[in-house]
Structure formats: structure tokens, C-alpha cells
């Protein structure tokens, strides 16, 4: 069955000029910076691709506030204009001749799809998270900022794409995130820690005796493919049960999910072949696997 009208576009007037410029400019922010997420949403009808592209150019913004070389208390600062910038939206009073583009597309957007807003405010405390510098000692803990920085994209994209159970698919939209998010922490094991920053759990490093990290190469009596394999079983799991979303999306918005899913997916499994890669560095896939990827998820299959 494919995907209700619920998420489709509830407000069919053509797009004014300055929202029709403001999401040319998210457009560009997202094919430039986007380097996985951009191959799945050019698979959309133009609507949705606009709104897709509103909403990463927002959670760009948000996470660039947390990787920026400014203060602590800098960054508080703009977390909370962010915060100030998302009332706006739920109160309907941008004015329409704004001069963030952001802002206008977003605007445009939440009137012609029910995003949930609330969840940019998830995605804002993950980030404080990263500016408080929290590690993590359970995996428990970690859940709970997977679901802030990468859940929430899932639910916001529901919001667009419409669901045939919206209950449910929130929570594998969740549960897909919680894949993608442990995907990208292996992937970047090594340049987090050069960054001084830890997410793998406390628990889990001591259990194969990680604990002093992975600035440089773990020590003799590390297991760190095991650590690793460990992690990758979790993300498989999570990746297993979230992509039980796909049916209940309509055919583009399928198409979109199992792109974007897919170029995870094929990292990992990249990762589990070569656990030791990413201690080299980030592991990556070329652009024409990507793409080969995304045309896959098009067709209707699942390129894993």
C-alpha cells in the first residue's frame, strides 16, 4: 500500500518569489555540504525536495553552531536564537520579506506540511550536548543523544514525506536514525578523538579495554575490532528493524529513505570488513556507488 495523503502538501498556491529564492539558497546549501543526505532527497518531486532541503539547511546551521571554533557561552548564545527562530515559526509570524532564506523556506514549508517543529528542539539539545562536551557511560545515555541529533531528522522528514502510520513510523524513523547515527560514530571514531571527544560508551570501552581511546592506537591489550564488531552488530540491528518504515512510505519518499539508508548501510558493512580502517581515518564510498546507491533505492530495491 503506498503512502497516505497525510504529509502531502496541505497548501497547493504557487511558491512566492522570496520562498522561491530562499529554498534556491537551502537548495545549494544542501547539495554542497550534504555529502550523503543529498543523493536521497533528489529522488523527490519538487515540493518535497524544497521542504527536505529547508529542513537540512536548518540542522546544518544547528550542528555547524556546535562544531564552530567559538565559546561555550557563544554558542549558547545562538542555540538559543535558534530556539527564538523556531517560536517564530510555530507563532506563523516571519515576515515574508526576512532576509534569512532559512527562516522564509521553513515558513513556507510548515504551511504547506505538518513538520513537527518540536523536533529541531530535540536536535538543539543534542548539540548542547556536544558543547557541554558529555561522554557517555551507558548505552542508554548514548540512545538518548542518537535520538536527539539523528531521530529527530527522521521524524522531521516524515513530516514531509506522510506516513501511512504515523505512530509507528516515528518510531522506526527513530530507530533507522539510531543505525545512522552509530554508523557515523564508527566512522569517525578517530577524528572525534582527536577532537577530544568520546561517544561509544564508557561501559562498552572498558569492556574491551579501550579506555584510553583512539587519538593514537590503542594500546597492546586492546580489542578493538571487537569493540568495533560489537557496535556494528548494534547499528545492523537498529538498521534491520528502522527500514521496516519503507512500506509505509509512498513510492518517492521509499525511494528517498532506502538511498539515504542504503549509503550508510554500505558503510558499515564497509566498516565490519575493515574494523582497523578507522583508526587510518574516515571511511568513505566513492560518488559512483552513491549514486549507483540512490538509483537502486529508485528502482525499488535495497542496494545493501
Given at each position: 500500500?503506498?503512502?497516505?495523503?497525510?504529509?502531502s502538501?496541505?497548501?497547493?498556491?504557487?511558491?512566492?518569489?522570496?520562498?522561491?529564492?530562499?529554498?534556491?539558497?537551502?537548495?545549494?546549501?544542501?547539495?554542497?555540504?550534504?555529502?550523503?543526505?543529498s543523493?536521497?532527497?533528489?529522488l523527490?518531486?519538487?515540493?518535497?525536495?524544497q521542504?527536505?532541503?529547508a529542513?537540512?539547511?536548518?540542522?546544518?546551521?544547528?550542528?555547524?553552531?556546535?562544531?564552530?571554533?567559538?565559546?561555550?557561552?557563544?554558542?549558547?548564545?545562538?542555540?538559543?536564537?535558534?530556539?527564538?527562530?523556531l517560536?517564530?515559526?510555530?507563532?506563523?509570524?516571519?515576515?515574508?520579506?526576512?532576509?534569512d532564506p532559512?527562516?522564509?523556506?521553513?515558513?513556507?514549508?510548515?504551511?504547506?506540511?505538518?513538520?513537527?517543529?518540536?523536533?529541531?528542539?530535540?536536535?538543539?539539545?543534542?548539540?548542547?550536548?556536544?558543547?557541554?562536551g558529555?561522554?557517555?557511560?551507558?548505552?542508554d545515555?548514548?540512545?538518548?543523544?542518537?535520538?536527539?541529533?539523528?531521530?529527530?531528522?527522521?521524524?522531521?522528514?516524515?513530516?514531509?514525506?506522510?506516513?501511512t502510520?504515523?505512530?509507528?513510523?516515528?518510531?522506526?524513523?527513530?530507530?533507522?536514525?539510531?543505525g545512522?547515527?552509530?554508523?557515523?560514530?564508527?566512522?569517525?571514531?578517530?577524528?572525534d578523538?582527536?577532537?577530544?571527544?568520546?561517544?561509544?560508551p564508557?561501559?562498552?570501552?572498558?569492556r574491551?579495554?579501550?579506555?584510553?581511546?583512539?587519538?593514537?592506537?590503542?594500546?597492546?591489550?586492546?580489542?578493538?575490532?571487537?569493540?568495533v564488531?560489537?557496535?556494528?552488530?548494534?547499528?545492523?540491528?537498529?538498521?534491520?528493524?528502522?527500514?521496516?518504515?519503507?512500506?509505509?512510505?509512498?513510492?518517492?519518499?521509499?525511494a528517498?529513505?532506502?538511498?539515504?539508508?542504503?549509503?550508510?548501510?554500505?558503510l558499515?558493512?564497509?566498516?565490519?570488513?575493515?574494523p582497523?580502517?578507522?583508526l587510518?581515518?574516515?571511511v568513505?564510498l566513492?560518488?559512483?556507488?552513491?549514486?549507483?546507491?540512490?538509483?537502486?533505492?529508485l528502482?525499488?530495491?535495497?542496494?545493501?
Amino acid at each position: 500500500m503506498e503512502g497516505s495523503p497525510e504529509g502531502s502538501a496541505l497548501v497547493s498556491q504557487p511558491v512566492s518569489p522570496q520562498a522561491a529564492a530562499a529554498y534556491r539558497y537551502c537548495e545549494a546549501v544542501t547539495g554542497a555540504q550534504a555529502r550523503n543526505f543529498s543523493y536521497g532527497i533528489r529522488l523527490l518531486p519538487a515540493s518535497k525536495r524544497q521542504a527536505m532541503s529547508a529542513i537540512y539547511a536548518l540542522a546544518r546551521r544547528i550542528d555547524d553552531i556546535g562544531d564552530g571554533d567559538w565559546s561555550t557561552e557563544r554558542k549558547a548564545e545562538q542555540l538559543g536564537r535558534t530556539r527564538e527562530l523556531l517560536n517564530e515559526l510555530r507563532e506563523g509570524g516571519v515576515d515574508p520579506l526576512d532576509t534569512d532564506p532559512v527562516k522564509l523556506a521553513l515558513a513556507d514549508s510548515c504551511a504547506r506540511f505538518p513538520i513537527p517543529l518540536d523536533a529541531f528542539d530535540e536536535l538543539i539539545d543534542g548539540v548542547e550536548m556536544d558543547v557541554r562536551g558529555t561522554e557517555y557511560q551507558t548505552f542508554d545515555q548514548l540512545r538518548v543523544y542518537c535520538r536527539c541529533v539523528a531521530g529527530t531528522v527522521g521524524r522531521l522528514s516524515l513530516g514531509v514525506f506522510g506516513c501511512t502510520d504515523p505512530k509507528r513510523g516515528a518510531e522506526f524513523a527513530d530507530t533507522l536514525g539510531l543505525g545512522l547515527q552509530l554508523t557515523n560514530i564508527l566512522r569517525d571514531v578517530r577524528e572525534d578523538a582527536g577532537n577530544g571527544r568520546t561517544y561509544l560508551p564508557a561501559e562498552d570501552l572498558a569492556r574491551f579495554g579501550c579506555e584510553q581511546g583512539f587519538a593514537g592506537r590503542p594500546g597492546p591489550d586492546a580489542d578493538f575490532r571487537g569493540l568495533v564488531l560489537f557496535e556494528a552488530r548494534r547499528a545492523q540491528e537498529y538498521f534491520d528493524e528502522g527500514l521496516l518504515l519503507l512500506p509505509m512510505l509512498d513510492r518517492r519518499s521509499r525511494a528517498c529513505v532506502a538511498a539515504m539508508a542504503g549509503i550508510y548501510h554500505r558503510l558499515l558493512q564497509r566498516i565490519v570488513r575493515e574494523p582497523e580502517a578507522v583508526l587510518r581515518g574516515r571511511v568513505s564510498l566513492p560518488a559512483w556507488e552513491k549514486a549507483y546507491v540512490a538509483f537502486a533505492g529508485l528502482a525499488g530495491g535495497r542496494a545493501s
